[in-house]
């Protein structure tokens, strides 16, 4: 093949890497005030959360929704997700984490990267930071801080199956993660994000 020939060859389509939202919980340790509509510079929280994915040029994004759902669709501009409804959220997170798995076949996504609502100290530059790590849909990365790991999650398709048929209560992807520990890319972040979760009355001293 000639240079020229080499040069107007096609390029591979590059991955589709999805983002996942997982913004079902109920605050039960906040009162219940479910976190999605937890104030943030003057709108719910769950915005940031998908201005975060949008802006770290994760496309499509999906959005788990379960407590106070209907509320959260009305308050919230949500335009451009696909959003599904967790009926079992109260559950824990595995459910919603099934359900938002179970809403991305047949997207071609070769990756899903997994947020959490309640971390708004973890911005764009390291999810996109994240989602650098994809290299197959056998990939397996996650945020560090400090060497310890956090979210967010990436998870290759090929590991999908597995991740939902062991996600139950709250324990979300952690037994996929120790059973593949040694294959985990750990991507260290703590220099540009800070992982806190929004959990307790105190925390809400973080959303400003």
């Given at each position: 093949?000639?240079?020229?020939?080499?040069?107007?060859?096609p390029?591979p389509?590059?991955?589709?890497?999805?983002?996942?939202?997982?913004?079902?919980?109920?605050?039960r340790?906040?009162g219940?005030?479910p976190?999605?509509?937890?104030?943030?510079?003057?709108?719910?929280?769950?915005e940031?959360?998908?201005?975060?994915?949008r802006?770290?040029?994760?496309?499509?994004?999906?959005?788990?929704?379960?407590?106070?759902?209907?509320?959260?669709?009305?308050?919230?501009?949500?335009?451009g997700?696909?959003?599904?409804?967790?009926?079992?959220?109260?559950?824990?997170?595995?459910?919603s984490?099934?359900?938002?798995l179970?809403?991305?076949?047949?997207?071609?996504?070769?990756?899903?990267?997994?947020?959490?609502?309640?971390?708004?100290?973890i911005?764009?530059?390291?999810?996109a930071?994240?989602?650098?790590?994809?290299?197959?849909?056998?990939?397996?990365?996650?945020a560090?801080?400090?060497?310890?790991?956090?979210?967010?999650?990436?998870f290759?398709?090929?590991?999908?199956?597995?991740?939902?048929?062991t996600?139950?209560?709250?324990?979300?992807a952690r037994?996929?993660?120790a059973?593949?520990?040694?294959?985990?890319t750990?991507?260290?972040?703590?220099?540009?994000?800070?992982?806190?979760?929004?959990?307790?009355p105190?925390?809400?001293?973080?959303?400003?």
């Amino acid at each position: 093949m000639s240079t020229a020939d080499a040069s107007s060859a096609p390029r591979p389509a590059p991955p589709v890497i999805a983002g996942l939202l997982l913004g079902a919980g109920g605050g039960r340790r906040l009162g219940g005030r479910p976190k999605a509509l937890l104030p943030y510079r003057g709108r719910p929280l769950i915005e940031n959360a998908v201005r975060v994915l949008r802006e770290a040029g994760l496309h499509p994004l999906h959005v788990v929704l379960g407590a106070s759902a209907a509320e959260v669709r009305e308050r919230a501009d949500l335009t451009g997700c696909v959003v599904v409804d967790n009926p079992d959220w109260a559950e824990g997170m595995g459910s919603s984490l099934r359900v938002g798995l179970a809403s991305l076949a047949g997207t071609g996504a070769g990756a899903a990267l997994v947020s959490l609502v309640d971390q708004p100290g973890i911005g764009a530059a390291a999810v996109a930071r994240v989602r650098e790590a994809y290299r197959s849909p056998a990939s397996l990365a996650a945020a560090s801080y400090d060497g310890e790991r956090g979210h967010p999650v990436l998870f290759g398709s090929d590991r999908w199956a597995d991740i939902a048929a062991t996600a139950t209560g709250d324990k979300g992807a952690r037994v996929h993660l120790a059973r593949h520990a040694g294959e985990v890319t750990l991507v260290e972040c703590g220099d540009i994000a800070a992982a806190f979760d929004i959990d307790t009355p105190p925390d809400l001293a973080r959303l400003v």
